[in-house]
């Protein structure tokens, strides 16, 4: 395990499965302590489970989602050091 990310608090949106769940696991390897942030909150709970990561669910297309998940991970983490948003808008 590194420790680059040693104290970092990280939240990532789309983290429940593909490139995001691959960054959490990174990021925790690294030291980092992440809140994971997906519309899934069953694949992304397990992920979060998995990874021994923190869960928020979140709908990135609501502005009071959006809100509420930054809240939820600045209190959970004790404040943030960054945000990688992987979450996407379905294309209707």
Known sequence: MGERLAGKRILITGAADNIGKACVAHFTTEGARVV???I?????AATAKELGA???EVDVAE????IAMVDAAT????GLDALCQLAALPIV
């Open 36 to 38: 994971i942030a997906d």
């Open 40 to 44: 899934d909150a069953g694949k992304a």
């Open 75 to 78: 209190s959970d983490l004790g």
């Open 54 to 56: 923190g869960f928020v």
């Open 63 to 66: 502005e009071a989602s959006i």
